[in-house]
């Protein structure tokens, strides 16, 4: 055989289902050109058989042969004339567009706070009066004000997170008159310096240990 007698696979058929093997693809379109309806539902049992020894771990699978089945009209174009125990897959079934799935469209102004600090402050909203409401709307601006820091490095003033707060929970909550101040930023960006800090700690004390524990060379 000489190089200009080589079949390249781009040449070749486009395989459905790649999964099965270019054979697999053979038997299925030789399946096609039988005349009688006997000879091909018998030649189609023949190729389901194999086709689930080809996948044993689907066994286990609900409607295994059903899908066996399916497959086998897709790979046939759904030129395939046998019985079939199952009802035939269609071509226009198959290349039906799924609907778009809705996705929550959330366009915050404040896009460095995310998305779950309006869903805490229309919580905060619908509590009672009381020390409980107060404590959690402080709990929101503190973890507001610490969102604004990772952002932006540089220190924020509390009527900024105020202001915000005042916007996003649509007037209900005004801190704007409030005589208590909110975390400094050092104490907001602490536990974050001090996690990074135990890490660089954790990683080299294990290099300082893989280093002493290097063979010594001898002279």
């Given at each position: 055989?000489?190089?200009?007698?080589?079949?390249?696979?781009?040449?070749?058929?486009?395989?459905?289902?790649?999964?099965?093997?270019?054979?697999?693809?053979?038997?299925?379109?030789?399946?096609?050109t039988r005349d009688t309806q006997e000879e091909r539902n018998k030649l189609?049992?023949?190729?389901?058989?194999?086709?689930g020894n080809m996948q044993p771990h689907l066994r286990d699978v609900p409607d295994f042969q059903h899908k066996l089945w399916d497959q086998l009209?897709?790979?046939?174009?759904?030129?395939?004339?046998?019985?079939?125990p199952?009802?035939?897959?269609?071509?226009?079934?198959?290349?039906e567009r799924p609907n778009p799935l809705k996705y929550p469209q959330n366009f915050p102004k404040y896009r460095f706070?995310?998305?779950?600090?309006?869903?805490?402050?229309?919580v905060a909203n619908t509590w009672e009066e009381g020390d409980l409401k107060e404590a959690l709307i402080f709990t929101i601006a503190n973890h507001m004000k610490k969102c604004f820091l990772n952002w932006n490095k540089d220190t924020v003033e509390d009527d900024v997170i105020y202001q915000h707060l005042y916007e996003l929970s649509?007037?209900?909550i005004n801190l704007k008159n409030s005589d208590e101040d909110l975390s400094d930023a050092t104490s907001?960006?602490?536990?974050?310096?001090?996690?990074?800090?135990n890490n660089n700690k954790k990683n080299g004390h294990q290099r300082k240990s893989n280093s002493n524990n290097r063979p010594?060379?001898?002279y």
């Amino acid at each position: 055989m000489t190089i200009d007698d080589l079949e390249y696979n781009t040449e070749r058929e486009h395989l459905i289902i790649p999964e099965y093997g270019r054979h697999m693809q053979k038997m299925i379109n030789y399946a096609k050109t039988r005349d009688t309806q006997e000879e091909r539902n018998k030649l189609a049992k023949s190729i389901i058989a194999v086709m689930g020894n080809m996948q044993p771990h689907l066994r286990d699978v609900p409607d295994f042969q059903h899908k066996l089945w399916d497959q086998l009209f897709i790979m046939a174009n759904f030129e395939l004339d046998v019985d079939c125990p199952y009802p035939k897959p269609s071509r226009e079934l198959l290349e039906e567009r799924p609907n778009p799935l809705k996705y929550p469209q959330n366009f915050p102004k404040y896009r460095f706070y995310g998305n779950n600090i309006k869903t805490m402050i229309d919580v905060a909203n619908t509590w009672e009066e009381g020390d409980l409401k107060e404590a959690l709307i402080f709990t929101i601006a503190n973890h507001m004000k610490k969102c604004f820091l990772n952002w932006n490095k540089d220190t924020v003033e509390d009527d900024v997170i105020y202001q915000h707060l005042y916007e996003l929970s649509d007037g209900k909550i005004n801190l704007k008159n409030s005589d208590e101040d909110l975390s400094d930023a050092t104490s907001l960006m602490r536990s974050k310096t001090k996690f990074s800090n135990n890490n660089n700690k954790k990683n080299g004390h294990q290099r300082k240990s893989n280093s002493n524990n290097r063979p010594r060379k001898r002279y």
